[in-house]
Every structure is written in C-alpha cells, then in structure tokens.
C-alpha cells in the first residue's frame, strides 16, 4: 500500500514567520505516515521506494532522529565490521561507507533516488544503510531481516545539535532565534520530525533480537562499552589493542579533524556555511547553556504530555 503524502498547512499557524525561515517549509512541505514525518513536497516516491525495499540478513542499518550520535556511531560500525582499519576509515567518505537513503529526499529542488538505487542494486551484499527515518516508514521486515542498530538521544541535546546544523546548511535562514527553533521542534514542523514518534518507536523495538537500542550519554559515559556492545552485536571479535585504537580513533577531537566524517566536501561544494561544524562539541549536557528557565518550563511540559504514557527515560547528563 502507497504511503499518502499530506500537505502542511502554515498559513494560519502561529509558527509560519519561523516555519519559513527553514528549507522544506520555503517550497512546500508535506507529511507522510501514520507518525506525520516531514519533508519537501513531492518526495513521497522517494518514501515508498525505501519502503519497499529488500532486506538482506548482511545489512547493517544505523536508524535515528538526526543529530543523535550518528556519524560517531557509524564510524564505529564501519571499523567493526572491516577490521579496525583506521587508516584506510580516514580516505573513504562517510557517505560511501554507509548509502545514506535520506540524501534523496533532502535536496528540497532536485527529485533523485541515486543512494536509494545504488543500494538496492547491491542487495545480498554487506551493505551499511543510513537513515532518519521513524521504523514505521522503514521495510516491513527491516528488524527481522537485518541488524538494526538505533541510538537515541536526550532532546534537550537533541534540539541544541540540530539548531546548529540548520545553521550550517545554506537552506535555512541565520536568522532564525534558538528560542522559535525550539517552539518548532515541539510544533514538530523541522525537517524529518517528529522527534516523539521516532523514539517511541525505537524504544518499542529495544528487545528485538536484531536491535540494540543505545542511549548517546551511555555511549559517551563508557565508549568502549560501547564498542564492545556493537561488536558482539554484529558477531565480531575484537582485541584489547583493536579497541584501544578504535577509541582514539573515534574521539571528538580526531572526529573533528577528519574530513572523511566531517564533510568537508559540503564546505567546498558550498552547501555548508562557514563558522560551523557538522562535527561540533560531541557533549552531553551542554543544552543548559541555551535554555532560559522560561523556555526550559515550556519544553519539560511539553515533554510531560509527549511522554506521560511511556517508559522512556531520558538521560540529560
């Protein structure tokens, strides 16, 4: 069954002078699914071919709401699975290690399906698969069929992150205030929102024998934990010294000094603005220096109602 594509309605919302100030809202955008996802009108295609996609047991999918920890984990994963070779991990792009199926549908003027259809073509091989979109979206038998691996994040972290990078990326308007971005995310009117949704269904799966659910603080708290985690996860074994150097390896300052996951090349091809960073602090808690008490109220609440029928329980430090 094709997945209907909904249109959003800004014209009497409170949030329109914001909503505008953001790439997909500027041409039109429009929400798919029983969760309301958000992208540019005219990508629902795009949607249904990822949705109808085959899955191969030697997939390894990486699912999250952006800015969430990602890029670090996918560098993790990538050195797991191809022998912590570190060195060749910093001449190959991020975006070859893994087909990021969203690329697609995030260019808000061109309608292309390259990374869609380049991963299809390579069904049955080891294929490492990038995505933010919410599971129900995803392949029916996505967490039956391949390794899924979903790491959330606290949304106070969240929300910082992601205001950053739409400061970075040249769609979006610099002018848009911390304090509108934030009433945007409640509004859940960013780009690839909702945020509750996305969580709530991760968190649903956690127990899945081909999912390992990890928080980002526990990641950033114990990072070898980590890695040992994801490697018996993926049924690899790694030595003491393989960890050690997959350690330094994925450490916030050399992750910021890569240009293999740093994107670099968006700098140069001009789609990233300078002055700021697609890897940026790395850092749990660094959300209070951007909340007023004022505004911190008004999201705890909104939280309280999001989450008061659920058992997640967000780690802010």
């Known amino acids: 069954m094709s997945i209907e594509a909904v249109a959003i309605d800004l014209e009497n919302h409170p949030l329109k002078d914001a909503a505008m100030k953001i790439g997909i809202h500027k041409l039109g955008a429009e929400q798919l699914g029983k969760v309301g996802f958000n992208l540019a009108k005219g990508k629902s295609d795009i949607i249904n071919q990822i949705k109808g996609m085959q899955v191969g047991e030697n997939d390894v999918w990486i699912v999250t709401y952006p800015r969430s920890g990602t890029t670090w984990t996918q560098e993790m994963l990538w050195n797991i699975r191809h022998g912590v070779d570190v060195e060749k991990s910093k001449t190959v792009d991020i975006d070859e290690k893994f087909h990021f199926l969203d690329m697609d549908f995030l260019d808000v003027e061109e309608n292309k399906k390259a990374n869609t259809e380049y991963a299809i073509s390579r069904f049955g091989e080891d294929r490492n698969i990038k995505t933010h979109l919410p599971l129900s979206l995803l392949p029916d038998n996505l967490t039956k069929a391949a390794k899924v691996v979903y790491v959330a994040r606290n949304p106070k972290d969240v929300v910082v992150s992601y205001y950053h990078h739409q400061r970075l990326v040249k769609s979006s308007d610099l002018d848009l205030s911390f304090e509108d971005f934030v009433r945007l995310f409640m509004a859940e009117l960013l780009p690839e929102d909702p945020y509750t949704a996305h969580i709530k269904e991760g968190w649903s799966?956690?127990?899945?024998?081909?999912?390992?659910?990890?928080?980002?603080?526990?990641?950033?708290?114990?990072?070898?934990?980590?890695?040992?985690?994801?490697?018996?996860?993926?049924?690899k074994e790694m030595s003491d010294k393989d960890v050690e150097l997959l350690l330094d390896h994925v450490s916030i300052d050399n992750m910021k000094k890569n240009p293999a996951v740093n994107h670099q090349d968006r700098h140069e091809k001009g789609h990233f603005r300078d002055g700021e960073s697609f890897v940026r602090s790395g850092k749990s808690g660094g959300w209070t220096k951007y909340f007023s008490a004022e505004l911190e109220g008004e999201f705890d609440a909104w939280l309280i109602n999001q989450f008061c029928q659920s058992d997640v329980q967000f780690k802010y430090q």
Not at 208 to 231: P, Q
């Open 205 to 235: 799966r956690r127990n899945e024998k081909n999912v390992i659910f990890l928080w980002y603080e526990d990641m950033k708290r114990d990072t070898e934990g980590a890695i040992r985690k994801l490697a018996s996860f993926l049924g």
